[in-house]
């Protein structure tokens, strides 16, 4: 059965860092095609997609956060790391990590599963 | 990017009836398409991909058609355990884009 589960802080202020962790099981990110995604979701709103990493180390970013975002991860933990910098009120969002893979040279499936969300919120 | 619209923004339907969700996204993306379905508190489920296989263990109900730029989602007995959003996602082009949620209720 795979799962993942994401966690880190609840609130961080404006202009501070945010790190977060996605701990899975039931699949290796070194397994050949393998991938990890984060997506959030503000309050009430859409679904965005933010990054990811693949099984060869390979990163991918939204290309509007892009200057922002840090993907990282520990095979040997079985965890990706998430590190968002200078936060603001409207990066306030459930921070969802779900598994994927490439279907195809350089073609990312479908987002199946996900963990259950952390929600953070930005505030002074 | 590409740009996913759904419509519509809010579908009311009684029980044992037929729900039809649309997604047209502003660029062909050949079936390289996916459908979610998000209750209310939950994270997201995964329902179809490739734009008409159902999940594992998705209920047969529910049914994906449509390549290009138009998509439709068919629900086909709506029941009350269906209360939920539903999100169209493509995966033909980078950065991987969701169109806004189609919120299906019971009526």
């Known amino acids: 059965q795979v799962t993942l589960r994401e966690s880190g802080p609840a609130l961080v202020k404006p202009t501070q860092t945010l790190t977060l962790t996605c701990t899975f099981s039931g699949f290796s990110l070194s397994t050949n095609r393998m991938c990890v995604s984060w997506i959030r979701q503000p309050p009430g709103k859409a679904l965005e997609w933010l990054a990811l990493i693949d099984w060869d180390d390979d990163k991918y970013f939204s290309p509007f956060l892009r200057s922002r975002l840090t993907i990282s991860k520990d095979t040997s933990k079985n965890q990706v790391v998430l590190i968002m910098t200078n936060m603001d009120p409207g990066d306030t969002a459930t921070y969802y990590c779900a598994r994927t893979e490439f279907i195809a040279a350089r073609l990312v499936g479908w987002f199946d599963p996900w963990g259950q969300g952390t929600l953070v919120t930005v505030s002074s | 990017e590409v740009v996913l619209t759904q419509s519509p923004a809010t579908l009311s339907v009684s029980p044992g009836k037929r729900a039809t969700l649309s997604c047209w996204t502003s660029q062909s993306i050949s079936s390289n398409l996916a459908w979610y379905q998000q209750k209310p508190g939950q994270a997201p489920r995964l329902l179809i991909y490739g734009a008409s296989t159902r999940a594992t263990g998705i209920p047969a109900r529910f049914s994906g058609s449509g390549s290009g730029t138009e998509f439709t989602l068919t629900i086909s007995s709506l029941q009350s355990e269906d209360l939920a959003v539903y999100y169209c996602?493509?995966?033909?082009?980078?950065?991987?884009?969701f169109g806004q949620g189609t919120k299906v209720e019971i009526k």
């Open positions: 996602q493509q995966y033909n082009n980078w950065p991987e884009t």
